[in-house]
């Protein structure tokens, strides 16, 4: 399976630590700096937790997001059910502008499919202009 370059593919397992949370926040602005829209797939079937200094990082880097949540116009969560799942499904309706959708854990494929199914429109390189 190819991954197209405007998705973020991220596979949540054991419990977080902030520094995966720092991670993760590099590679979404490694893609937004070559991307104006990117697709995100988050694989959290075997997520346990997260500490507390993920959880704090988790949501000042979410209120970062805030203004630009146009910019993840698709998100898709593998999850078999559970807490996950439901709060994924609420998630969407809070953002009218990301479409959220959940998929069964053996659906990868099908999440990346639907994560990359737009347009992500590639940010202008800076360089030397032409006048």
Known sequence: MQIPDHVLVVDARGTLQKADIERLDRQVQEKLVRYERIGLVSNVEELEGMTLGAVMKDIATELKYLGDWHRFPRV???????FVKSAAEIFGK????????????????????FAGGFDPGENQQDGPSAQ
């Open 76 to 82: 898709a969560v593998l999850a078999s059910g559970g």
């Open 94 to 113: 809070f953002l009218p502008q990301v479409q959220v959708r959940t998929f069964q854990p053996g659906e990868l494929e099908s999440a990346v499919e």
